[in-house]
């Protein structure tokens, strides 16, 4: 197989480049003038410039999310979530709680100005196995309500969405949202409440999110049905919820919805 170099995939894009302009000139022109024949290439090169795009979007997304390692936390999390939504209830509890859990951690680590100095410290905070002080996904509200980047509600609701958690983990007769023990918690999982309208006249529920910078960020829909969201549906619209909020803290912002009483 003949390798297909950086210098050729550059003259293709720079040849396909050249055929767009010319055919948009034969439809300006009326027929007047004759539509180009596009470029042709081999195999080997239709294969290589694809790889050169994907290779150049994966390193763009790189940089969109502050580095490698970033990426592929982001990238695990998006697998693990959409693994488990194929799997059973216990599943689901495990996984959406742990991508909350990281999210926590890194708001919290955002108001450690020493990471950037000794980044060993901080892991050992967190680090569970060497008995880290901030190793638990309680202690991690704690301290997260401490600094200042959740108040009294979402400190309260993080800690029922770590008890529903911890059922499913601890109790091998609990493998349904339905159970009733589960269902206690899930009652008292109301924090997105205040982000729900509708149905709307085509019978639409909306979760409200807002951000920062403007009261109404957006809004994503789903049927609505003669009941409220169901038990297992509730936990993970609060737990993205707090997932999609995590991540937009730092310290100069103070996020309303985690604030919210």
Known sequence: MTEVTEARISEM??????WQ???IRQMNSNGHEKMPDPPVFSHEEIVAMNAAMVARLDNEFIDLFGGQDAYDKHTAQQEAKA?????????IA???TSVVEEHLRAAVERYFPGKDIDHQAIERMFDPMKYGPLGTFNA???IAFALGIIGKSARQALKTISSIRNLFAHRLDIHLFDHP???????KLTYINFAMTGPDDEGLVYLWQRDPHS???AGCGWLAEDKTLAPRERFEKSCEFF???LSKTNPAIRHPDLHEE
């Not at 894009?13 to 050249?18: D, G, N």
């Not at 693994?83 to 599943?91: F, G, H, N, W, Y």
């Open 181 to 187: 023990d589960v269902l206690k918690l899930i009652d």
């Open 21 to 23: 302009v010319a055919s």
């Open 215 to 217: 009261e109404i960020k």
């Open 243 to 245: 997932q999609d909020s």
């Open 83 to 91: 693994l488990a939504k194929l799997e059973a209830d216990r599943s």
């Open 13 to 18: 894009k720079e040849q396909i480049r050249l």
């Open 140 to 142: 991690r509200v704690d």
């Open 94 to 96: 495990i996984v959406q």
